[in-house]
């Protein structure tokens, strides 16, 4: 009878122990989830397809761009256009880790680390015109210092002063024309007795 008991009692512990071995492994995906009501497998609402295709366009005449402007070496092929620019970006916003992993790709592609330079100084002429409530205004201006790294800030023309009004035709000149006495205004009406 005790050897039944001791069976009996190693069975629970046998339960108890594949009980909490599946609250262990079950555990961490409980904990995991993000508490988030919509399901998991919803998919984001597509883009339009014509705004995609615009947006890919828009990318390729860029490296095209790139490609022409900087034709005498190899900043102007892709890889070293598409990492370079990545490269300033991730430079430009203190990201000093990951520009560094940038950095080792861009290397080892065989581009330029001169351009590199070049381009972020360039974009440092930019910084006060970089607003980050304007849609691509980094990436903007970091095409454009990629392309031409030698690219200086556009500087908005002075407003002109106010114009001097035309002067009357006549032998003296306007400033020695004394100027017109001031209209006297009227006397203030009375009213009229009865």
């Known amino acids: ?10 069975s629970v512990l046998r339960l108890v122990a594949s009980l909490g071995l ?13 508490g988030n009501d919509h399901p998991q497998d919803q998919k984001p609402q ?27 070496g190899p900043a102007g092929n892709p ?13 430009y916003r203190d990201d000093l880790d990951t520009a560094f992993r940038h950095l080792d790709l861009y290397d080892r592609f065989g581009c330029p680390g001169g351009h590199v330079q070049a381009s972020f ?6 910084i006060a015109q970089i607003d980050d409530k ?23 023309a002075a407003p002109a002063p106010a114009a001097a009004p035309p002067a009357p035709t006549g032998s ?3 400033a020695a024309q004394p100027a017109a006495p001031p209209a006297a205004a009227p006397p203030p009406q009375q009213p009229a007795k009865p």
């Open 46 to 72: 597509a883009a339009n397809p014509a705004d995609v295709s615009k947006e890919n366009q828009r990318k390729a005449d860029e490296f095209t761009e790139a490609a022409q402007a900087l034709s005498g």
């Open 172 to 174: 003296a000149p306007a």
């Open 134 to 156: 304007i849609p691509n205004s980094l990436s903007n201006h970091v095409h454009t210092c990629w392309i031409n790294p030698d690219a200086k800030p556009q500087v908005a």
């Open 79 to 91: 890889e070293c256009v598409w990492l370079g620019r990545r490269l300033v970006q991730l430079l």
């Open 22 to 34: 599946m609250v262990i492994v079950g555990a961490p995906g409980a904990f995991a989830q993000s």
């Open 1 to 10: 009878m005790g050897r039944r008991v001791l069976q009996s009692k190693f």
């Open 121 to 126: 100084r360039c974009l440092t002429r930019f």
